[in-house]
């Protein structure tokens, strides 16, 4: 559900707005939905623990400020699948995560249905430690925003209340960074100012124990007596750093104060040093020092030692404090719980780059490390397209989030308990927020990340339910991702958020082999860019004909309207298209002008590779909006390919014979040309 708010509210006022608004939930009839910001954030997250270690799943949907920082870093046709990954990576890395929605399920099997915990948390990189960069960058695409704003997504709240975070790279820097900045300096206590008689007389009292105890170190006696009230108070002779010392025991925290007053006015070789061992149990100290320069050295080295630990305890509660919603995070890998989400590659990438570290530069490096932190992730959304009976139950509709919730999930959207027999088969769902727990409400905000994340979780119940799963024999002890019924969808992801390729999390293979384009026919794939714009994907088929023959191109595909992928019959026709336009752009003469591909070579900027070049392209971090400008900004230059892979002698002597051809055939143009010159010459005379 979504709510206009007023802003600002104080943060307290707020807290109590949201509680009356969970309170309520089921009298009123709207969705119970758990809204967190950073002024609830650390009273919310006490109960979430709670809720995911007793959780048989935990579902979990992202809403970001943009999915592409270009058009043609969309998922095209011809993307293969690690390519595909590079286009994930430059999203997760370039976009926001704005809100991000977590929904612990657990199995009642007293009520005999799933109890879920939906939460809601605004979440932003705000500036939190002092050395952080000058600001947090992202990338905000207009029609996502455009997509929140019509869907009332709270942006005050989301910039004023969204809950800070750091990933676990970010606090190791910290961590390091603070060691590195970390100055030794000494402070200097004020005096303490004796008006009272009780502390006149204790140190005059100190004052002569303390004077009995030096003289008996300095005339050597073998007793060196301590200190002794004959109350709680006492000093034991003990050595410090090698030197003579008396281990305070018993006094007040007044008192030493009063004790350091009497060293300083009276004692010069005497020192007051107050520790804290491992076990966090402070210790103070009288110590004699021979010289000065031994009492400097002491001093120094000592008061320095505090204050660096002081510094870092300080650091560490702001790095702590600072770490905010990846907490939450570390909850659900800690906890090895089930993760589920719907079309969720993209999600679980932000994951990865916002709350673990930097992304790997590959998709077989991404997905062994993200199995590390997450062995079991579900996809829906390849569990409704690939499990025949529950396709087929989806009657070839669209398996989006909310079309998927509409046909399985019914009764639970329209909070109804029908006594129609198909809707009684299916799972029941409660939902329980703040202790409040109830069965009817009104459909909540779709598009927002909580609300999004119980249904991911209500169509995962529901298909499990389809595949056979009988909730009603469940024990705790039992766990879904272990299932044997599972075992065909865990960990298998979509790679990309358009296609149907899909990755295996725990082998790293990918069935990406796109419909239109196996993986053995990418090396007959041509990029080309900056060719004139008013070129379409038709003729320039037609110049590339005309060139190598009628059927050495099999289609044409446009990025934009800046560049083009050309797919030949064969990879050996990639040869020749490359090795050929580089012949053309260092001839000055008549025949670049009169052979087909001059339309395409017009303006002399036209840039052409094969299909490692356009890998290249999309692994920068780079994003011009039109392609040409990327290929030219990143330096990617036009290439050709002398050998192509596994051609044979008699492959070889064709291709040769072919650029004998044009070659012949360029000498015959260039002749005509001269000849066209010689009669007109001759007729002016």
């Known amino acids: 559900m979504r709510r206009h708010k007023r802003w600002p509210l104080r943060p307290l006022a707020s807290a109590l707005a949201r509680s009356r608004f969970c309170s309520s939930a089921a009298a009123a009839g709207a969705f119970p939905l758990k809204h967190v910001t950073r002024s609830n954030f650390e009273m919310t997250l006490n109960d979430l623990r709670s809720h995911v270690k007793a959780a048989d799943f935990v579902a979990i949907d992202l809403e970001m400020t943009g999915v592409t920082s270009a058009p043609w870093r969309d998922s095209l046709e011809f993307d293969r699948y690690d390519v595909r990954y590079l286009k994930v990576k430059d999203s997760a890395e370039k976009f926001a995560v704005v809100q991000f929605g977590v929904c612990p399920f657990r199995w009642d099997s007293r009520t005999q249905s799933f109890v879920s915990h939906p939460h809601n948390f605004f979440v932003f990189p705000r500036q939190e430690l002092t050395f952080d960069p000058p600001a947090h960058e992202f990338l905000c695409q207009t029609t996502s925003m455009d997509f929140l704003a019509k869907y009332q997504f709270d942006f005050n709240a989301c910039i004023h209340e969204g809950i800070s975070y750091l990933s676990r790279r970010q606090e190791e820097e910290a961590s390091k960074r603070y060691d590195e900045e970390s100055v030794d300096s000494v402070v200097e206590t004020e005096d303490l100012k004796l008006v009272r008689l009780a502390d006149l007389l204790f140190s005059e009292r100190m004052k002569k124990r303390f004077n009995e105890w030096r003289s008996a170190l300095l005339h050597g006696s073998s007793e060196s007596p301590g200190i002794s009230s004959g109350s709680t108070e006492s000093a034991e002779t003990v050595f410090y750093h090698m030197r003579p010392a008396l281990s305070l025991q018993g006094f ?57 630990d002081e510094r870092k305890r300080v650091a560490e509660r702001k790095i702590q404090s600072a770490i905010g919603f990846r907490q939450v995070i570390d909850l659900l890998s800690s906890e090895k719980k089930l993760i589920v989400g719907h079309n969720c590659f993209l999600d679980i990438a932000h994951v990865y780059s916002k709350f673990v570290g930097p992304l790997p530069s590959t998709a077989e490096k991404f997905v062994a490390s993200i199995h590390d932190h997450f062995p079991y992730i579900v996809d829906t959304k390849i569990l409704l397209n690939v499990n025949p009976m529950l396709h087929q139950r989806m009657k070839k509709s669209s398996t989006s989030l909310s079309s998927a919730f509409s046909l399985l999930c019914p009764q639970i959207e329209l909070s109804s308990r029908s006594s ?126 005309k060139a190598l023959g009628s059927t050495s191109v099999t289609s044409v595909y446009h990025l934009d309207n800046t560049a083009v992928f050309v797919l030949f019959k064969n990879s050996e026709l990639v040869s020749n298209f490359l090795k050929l336009k580089q012949q053309l752009e260092s001839d000055d003469g008549p025949v670049r002008i009169l052979h087909p591909l001059s339309k395409i070579l017009k303006g002399g900027n036209t840039g052409a590779a094969d299909y490692d070049a356009y890998k290249e392209i999309c692994s920068s971090h780079i994003s011009k909006i039109l392609f040409a400008d990327q290929a030219e900004t990143v330096g990617v230059k036009s290439r050709t390919r002398p050998n192509p892979k596994g051609e044979t002698s008699l492959e070889t002597e064709r291709r040769e014979n072919m650029v004998a051809v044009t070659d012949k055939a360029s000498d015959l143009i260039d002749a005509f040309l001269a000849n066209r010159v010689d009669v007109k010459v001759a007729r002016t005379n």
């Open 252 to 308: 007040t925290s007044h008192q030493l104060r009063v004790i350091k007053l009497v060293l300083r006015k009276h004692f010069g070789d005497l020192v007051y040093i107050h520790t804290n061992d491992k076990s966090s149990c402070s210790k103070d100290f009288v110590v004699y020092t021979d010289s000065e320069s031994d009492k400097e050295n002491l001093m120094v080295s000592l008061l320095q030692k505090e204050a660096k």
């Open 420 to 545: 129609d027999s198909i809707l009684q088969q299916r799972v029941k769902i409660d939902v329980e927020v703040d202790n409040v727990r109830c069965s009817n409400w009104n459909a909540g905000g779709k598009h927002e990340a909580g609300y999004d994340a119980f249904m991911t979780g209500c169509i995962f119940a529901q298909a499990c339910s389809h595949l056979g799963f009988d909730f009603k024999h469940h024990s705790e002890s039992e766990n879904l991702a272990q299932n044997e019924k599972l075992d065909k969808y865990i960990n298998r992801l979509y790679l990309s958020w358009t296609r149907g390729d899909i990755i295996d999390l725990r082998t790293s293979n990918s069935n990406a082999e796109n419909w239109r384009v196996s993986n053995s026919k990418y090396e007959n794939i041509v990029l080309i860019w900056n060719f004139p714009q008013k070129l379409k994907a038709r003729e320039i088929k037609e110049c590339i004909c």
